[in-house]
Every structure is written in structure tokens, then in C-alpha cells.
T-cell receptor, first 118, second 115 residues
Framework: AQKITQTQPGMFVQEKEAVTLDCTYD???????LFWYKQPSSGEMIFLIY??????QNATEGRYSLNFQKARKSANLVISASQLGDSAMYFC???????????????FGSGTRLSIRP | EAQVTQNPRYLITVTGKKLTVTCSQN?????MSWYRQDPGLGLRQIYY???????DKGDVPEGYKVSRKEKRNFPLILESPSPNQTSLYFC??????????????FGEGSRLTVL
């Protein structure tokens, strides 16, 4: 069964420092996608980055990169040069069965609350 | 504008009074889903749908019903709400395949309080 684990309920980081948010996952499906979402205090869910299980390179989107270690089943989010606006909840998510006629449901971890100190 | 619209955004109701939270998307997405968000528990999936007339239970389906009669709509029904269903609810949609198939487009959330 698919499972996502985020072990850091909360983190404090100094502005301009880099930060790594941990995410481990469990699946027996060779074809899956991993995602990170940001939820600011306003409540909306914002898509940040995607990594496919067959992608050779780690995904990057601006200041966000995904440190994908397939053998360890980890998909950590790295935010470079953190900003005050990065303060938010961050969720890791996974979907199995990509490329098949019926991909599976999308599940989320419990989230990490990131607070950036000025 | 591509969007997922859910209503109502805020609702206070009483135990046992049936209610429906509507969800509609205009992106022709196959996949739609309902999540509830509670502090410390993240987003837990209630029900999801791969396409019209195809629905499946998520991790916390008890006390909820859904239907998918049209591709664009996926209402969440609470037949007899109870206080433990007080939560923030999100509807989301996604392509079934192609692109970034797990990229969910979320509604703005519906905060439900059951007294």
C-alpha cells in the first residue's frame, strides 16, 4: 500500500538559508509520481514541484529542487535562499500507477510547518 | 480561467442535518477527489473518482457519500453530520494521465463546523 511520511512537524530557519524538508514514501509500484505542495496561512494549496519515478534528473523549479533518492525512497524538498514568504505548511504527495489506463489515488503526508526567521 | 469551485466556503450546521458541499471544475479533468484537513493529520482522502460513474473510497469515507454523474461535478454529501466531521474540506481535480498527472488543482476549501 502506498504511504507518505513527513517526520518534521515543524521547522525554524533563518532567512536566506537553505532548508530541506524530508519526505519518505513506500510503494511497490515501479511507476509513480511525487509532488510537493505549499499551503500558506491563507489556506490555498499551491503546487510546487513534480518528480516522476523514471526521471533521470532531479526536478527543479526556480528556488525549489527535489532531492530524489529512489533506492532510499526519499523525495526531499530543498528550498534555496529562503524568504519570509516561504513560511507555510508543506505537503509531500504521491500517485502510483502512472502511465497505466487508470492511475491510482493521490495521497499526502501529514505536512511540515516551516517558519522563516528574519 | 481554469479553476475548481466549491461551495459553500463556510458553513455552520447542527448534528444530523443533511448537507451537500458542491465541487465543480472547468478543466475537463478525469480525476476528482475530496480531502479533509485536520491539524497534525495533513490531508486525508475521503473519496475519489477516476471518471464519470466511477468512485472509490479513500482513507476516511465513513459518514460521507459522493456521486459523479457529470465529469465536471463531484458533490460531497454528509447525510447525518456529526461533530467529528468538523474540518476543512478540499475538492481537487487532476488529469488522469499525461502532463503531471498528480498535479492537483484545488478548490479554495470549505470550512465546516458541526455543532
Amino acid at each position: 500500500a502506498q504511504k507518505i511520511t513527513q517526520t518534521q512537524p515543524g521547522m525554524f530557519v533563518q532567512e536566506k538559508e537553505a532548508v530541506t524538508l524530508d519526505c519518505t514514501y513506500d510503494t511497490s509500484d515501479p511507476s509513480y509520481g511525487l509532488f510537493w505542495y505549499k499551503q500558506p496561512s491563507s489556506g490555498e494549496m499551491i503546487f510546487l514541484i513534480y518528480q516522476g519515478s523514471y526521471d533521470q534528473q532531479n526536478a527543479t523549479e526556480g528556488r525549489y529542487s527535489l532531492n530524489f533518492q529512489k533506492a532510499r525512497k526519499s523525495a526531499n524538498l530543498v528550498i534555496s535562499a529562503s524568504q519570509l514568504g516561504d513560511s507555510a505548511m508543506y505537503f509531500c504527495a504521491m500517485r502510483e500507477g502512472l502511465g497505466r489506463s487508470s492511475a491510482s489515488k493521490i495521497i499526502f503526508g501529514s505536512g511540515t510547518r516551516l517558519s522563516i526567521r528574519p | 480561467e481554469a479553476q475548481v469551485t466549491q461551495n459553500p466556503r463556510y458553513l455552520i450546521t447542527v448534528t444530523g442535518k443533511k448537507l451537500t458541499v458542491t465541487c465543480s471544475q472547468n478543466m475537463n479533468h478525469e480525476y476528482m477527489s475530496w480531502y479533509r484537513q485536520d491539524p497534525g493529520l495533513g490531508l486525508r482522502q475521503i473519496y475519489y473518482s477516476m471518471n464519470v460513474e466511477v468512485t472509490d473510497k479513500g482513507d476516511v469515507p465513513e459518514g460521507y457519500k459522493v456521486s459523479r454523474k457529470e465529469k465536471r461535478n463531484f458533490p460531497l454529501i454528509l447525510e447525518s453530520p456529526s461533530p467529528n466531521q468538523t474540518s476543512l474540506y478540499f475538492c481537487a481535480s487532476s488529469l488522469g494521465q499525461g502532463g503531471r498527472p498528480g498535479e492537483l488543482f484545488f478548490g479554495e476549501g470549505s470550512r465546516l463546523t458541526v455543532l
